[in-house]
């Protein structure tokens, strides 16, 4: 048994839709939560106006009755409100009349650090457009809400995630963050930043060192680097631990009042594939955005010729946004990993199989 994921939708289309396939049944889920979840990810100082715009909000097509998960695939969708101004541009149909509102023209001036021109390549698209919808970090919010169902289910077995910006371009978070914001959003330009997520509850067991492909670092560092604009990810105390001898890089072994433990944390909660009973601790660093309202040198895809690269409406900062994003990522391939482990078809069984688990390991929640 596990969990999946679908997503699909534009950034200026109808709406955001997710599958999630694997709930158990029976699990309890609260709107106003997944709502919070979505607000958040609007948040943060450096964002754009399109944020007031949307006003994210949760719809669950199919999949629950009552506030509960019924077994079955779970539907939800997120509309995208901005699509009102777009209904010509991004109409799923050939639209009729005139051309009317955002969206009418085709863009061929490709950005510098976006998927508009790999993306025009690989699928051989004249207008840019059809890349950029898809690649825009707007689909991230039905991601969030995902990743709120599968926080639901961690939560059942004591496991709690929680994800912060801890810097932006440079500068720490708060009022150094906010003072390089402001001075590159007089400069025209964009910044990145670096995020954490700390999940605690984790028992030990979790991925396998059987197969690449259930390395529980592998599995979490992949879900990351698959959210827009990161460009690195760390488990632990990641590259430092490179520049350390072997007796100062692990995590001597001890046992303790909550069963056996470790001194120190450096390997971020996960020795050679599998979660060791420590919280797990991701780092990812996040480039500057590549939306720029000072445009950078780029080519027309239509006359070939040098031209400046498409300006949109975009953030100058989106790290603490970054940081829900995250935290959502790293919360489902954790509840993807346990019901893995634990399995069930109920939401009774699966915490059954986490009980027995629990008296059979040396270990308590911590």
Do not use: C
Request: proline share 5%.
């Amino acid at each position: 048994m596990t969990l999946t994921l679908t997503t699909a939708g534009e950034s200026h289309g109808p709406a955001l839709v997710a599958i999630v396939e694997g709930i158990p049944a029976g699990l309890g889920l609260d709107r106003t939560a997944i709502d919070a979840d979505l607000h958040r990810r609007q948040q943060g100082y450096g964002r754009s106006p399109r944020q007031q715009l949307e006003r994210d909000e949760v719809e669950v097509l199919a999949g629950l009755r009552h506030g509960r998960t019924l077994g079955t695939p779970l539907a939800i969708l997120v509309r995208n409100r901005d699509h009102a101004n777009w209904a010509w541009g991004m109409s799923p149909w050939p639209p009729r009349g005139g051309a009317t509102g955002k969206g009418t023209k085709p863009v061929t001036l490709p950005r510098p650090g976006h998927a508009d021109l790999p993306g025009a390549m690989k699928y051989g698209f004249d207008d840019v457009r059809d890349a950029l919808e898809r690649a825009s970090a707007r689909h991230t919010a039905v991601v969030v809400a995902a990743g709120a169902v599968a926080k639901t289910l961690l939560a059942e077995v004591g496991v709690h995630v929680e994800g912060r910006a801890v810097e932006i371009g440079g500068a720490d978070v708060g009022e150094a963050g906010r003072s390089a914001i402001d001075a590159a959003r007089e400069d025209r330009d964009t910044l990145g930043g670096i995020v954490e997520v700390r999940a605690h509850g984790v028992p030990p067991g979790l991925g396998s060192y059987a197969t690449r492909a259930e390395r529980l670092d592998a599995r979490v560092g992949a879900a990351l680097l698959g959210i827009q604009a990161v460009k690195g990810v760390e488990i632990g105390d990641g590259f430092a631990l490179a520049r350390m001898r072997g007796s100062e890089a692990h995590d001597e072994i001890v046992r303790d009042e909550r069963g056996l433990a470790r001194r120190t944390n450096r390997a971020g909660g996960i020795e050679g594939g599998v979660s060791n009973g420590e919280a797990i601790v991701a780092r990812i660093g996040m480039k500057p955005l590549p939306t720029l309202m000072r445009p950078l040198d780029s080519v027309d895809l239509a006359t070939g010729e040098p031209a400046q690269a498409l300006v949109e409406r975009s953030d100058v900062a989106a790290v603490e946004a970054l940081a829900v994003v995250a935290e959502s990522a790293v919360a489902f391939e954790l509840a993807r990993a346990a019901r893995e482990k634990f399995g069930g078809d109920s939401m009774d069984d699966f915490r059954a199989a986490h009980r027995l688990y629990l008296e059979r390991v040396d270990w308590v929640p911590r």
